[in-house]
């Protein structure tokens, strides 16, 4: 059974639909999340967080509805989330942020301390770990956001343009974690860089105005791709090649 | 499952010290494979004798290669973790709470204060504007600990258990833990309030905030309560007359407000578990 299942989501600000009847689902592996700008990722990645509700259809994680304030509880405790706009406490030092977030998930106060160096190792932040975060770079504050998403050992790992402001040697770092972590979870990340999507994703789903345009294995995207397309990669021009499919038919 | 059958201990002590045929060995570690009875007797057996020796000699190589377990976070430590953690307790919000008390203090000894009240009434030995400011304090602390506007971790803390409700109550709980009690020694020192008159209208007000910030966003729930205590505060003052409020603790008035605004709290708590108290749209 899939980790996270979507039914006829439906999502919206003010009077603006940004997601109209998204039906997905998302099992073990790493899931890449494409879609042109605007086209609902970050929306949907809050929505699978439990940080929005529906408007309607059902979302269900890790085979819970959602439904009782119990169930959604217990969700939250298994689950990672880094948001795009990823906000800090200056002051804090690496640990402390990575530790507060590890209370907030009510990790048990026993394993909380291993369960944070650990977290600080896997984004290698190891020699950092006492420093505050106001004297971080931005990639090294990246990965901060990535320690405290994966402190809990999340079974479902959303991760909202994970590699921006990462460099390439930090990318392919980010890869292995990704992959790390996938082997037994369900790992969902949205990007823009489709080549992060061929490198390490098992599986893509290409969204596009808050519709479902593709969803299913790399090679079956590059697979799809017409060879009269824009694009210098064959998943590019998968992508494009599935997206003008896609507009052409709506 | 139940065993009838263990390895007799001189058996044990022979195979620990490899005075077993080969045959009898393979069939004792068919059985320790099994029994944990007989694994434990095992170990005890096996005291002192080369193979332990080597056994702990092993544990000791595997030990010095993982990392030490670190100890076990303190309570203090997370205690002062969780307070910094609220953007209300940072240093510039207490400065400024500190300096509102030391204002109205000030104010209470001044004799503008006194001119309200004729010599001998209460209010003229009593009274306090420290009972009027203490509530607004309660209420800007709450509102600056919590929400997409004031935290930058908002919506990281929305995707977590104790995020939303839980967080909101305990972040309130810190801002009356340092709002109170700074009230309460100033009364003391001062002799002017009373602890009770306060407390109430402090925790009704504060109580009412929340209730309204489950239908509208706190911060805004909080200007309409602390503009309708001002308002109810300082206009009879400038008509040269003591408000009711601020000289009598009015457990009439203090007691529903706070009974009905934690129900409704309680009723409307899925309010806080989701946005728009979570994400700014």
Redesign the interface.
């Known amino acids: 059974m899939p980790q996270v299942k979507t039914h006829k989501l439906v999502f919206g600000y003010r009077r603006r639909q940004v997601i109209k009847g998204l039906t997905l689902s998302f099992g073990t592996g790493v899931h890449g999340l494409l879609g042109p700008n605007g086209a609902g990722k970050t929306t949907l990645m809050r929505m699978l967080a439990t940080v929005n509700r529906p408007d309607s259809g059902t979302l269900t994680v890790l085979g819970d509805p959602l439904s009782s304030e119990a169930g959604l509880r217990s969700v939250r405790r298994r689950i990672g989330y880094l948001p795009q706009a990823f906000g800090f406490y200056p002051r804090f030092t690496v640990r402390e942020f990575v530790e507060y977030f590890a209370w907030l998930k009510e990790v048990p106060r026993g394993r909380l301390s291993d369960a944070v160096d650990r977290a600080i190792e896997r984004v290698g932040l190891g020699e950092r770990a006492d420093d505050r975060l106001k004297t971080l770079s931005g990639g090294m504050l990246r990965r901060v956001g990535i320690a405290q998403a994966i402190v809990n050992d999340p079974e479902v790992l959303l991760l909202d343009e994970p590699t921006a402001g990462l460099d390439p040697e930090q990318r392919m770092d980010f890869r292995v974690l990704l992959r790390d972590i996938g082997r037994d979870n369900c790992v969902i990340t949205s990007t823009h860089l489709i080549e992060d999507v061929a490198a390490a994703c098992t599986a893509v789903t290409l969204i596009d105005s808050g519709q479902s345009v593709f969803q299913g294995t790399p090679a079956q995207l590059i697979a799809a791709g017409d060879p009269d397309c824009d694009g210098d990669t064959p998943v590019e021009r998968g992508y494009t090649s599935v997206l003008r499919a896609f507009r052409a038919a709506s | 499952m139940s065993r009838q059958w263990h390895v007799p201990e001189p058996t044990l002590v022979a195979y620990a010290v490899e005075d077993l045929s080969d045959v009898d060995s393979w069939s004792v570690e068919a059985h320790l494979v099994a029994c944990a009875d007989c694994r434990a007797a095992l170990t005890r057996a096996s005291a002192g004798t080369p193979a332990s020796a080597t056994v702990d000699l092993v544990r000791e190589r595997i030990e010095l290669d993982l990392?030490a377990?670190?100890?076990?976070?303190g309570w203090t430590r997370?205690f002062f973790?969780?307070l910094?953690?609220a953007p209300g307790a940072r240093s510039s919000w207490l400065l400024a709470l500190g300096l509102v008390l030391v204002a109205a203090s000030l104010l209470d000894a001044s004799p503008l204060s006194k001119g309200f009240g004729e010599p001998g009434t209460w209010w003229f030995a009593h009274g306090s504007y420290v009972v009027l400011v203490a509530p607004l304090l309660q209420i800007a602390g709450v509102a600056l600990s919590y929400g997409p506007w004031i935290?930058?971790?908002?919506?990281?803390?929305?995707?977590?258990?104790?995020?939303g409700l839980r967080?909101l109550l305990i972040r309130t709980l810190l801002v009356l833990v340092t709002v109170v009690p700074a009230t309460l020694v100033i009364g003391l020192f001062t002799e002017r309030g009373t602890p009770v008159l306060t407390l109430l209208p402090g925790l009704g007000l504060t109580s009412l905030t929340l209730a309204l910030g489950s239908v509208v966003q706190l911060r805004h729930a909080a200007l309409v309560v602390g503009g309708g205590w001002l308002t109810a505060c300082v206009v009879p003052l400038l008509v040269k007359t003591v408000p009711q409020v601020l000289a009598s603790p009015l457990p009439v008035v203090w007691v529903p407000v706070i009974i009905l605004s934690s129900a409704t709290v309680l009723l409307r708590?899925?309010s806080f578990?989701?946005?728009p108290q979570?994400?700014r749209?």
Do not use: F
């Not at chain 2, 377990?69 to 976070?73: D, G, V």
């Not at chain 2, 919506?155 to 104790?162: A, D, F, Q, V």
């Open positions: 990392p377990r670190r100890a076990p976070m997370q973790l969780v910094r953690g935290d930058p971790c908002h919506e990281m803390t929305g995707s977590t258990p104790l995020g967080l708590r899925r578990t989701y946005a979570l994400v749209s």
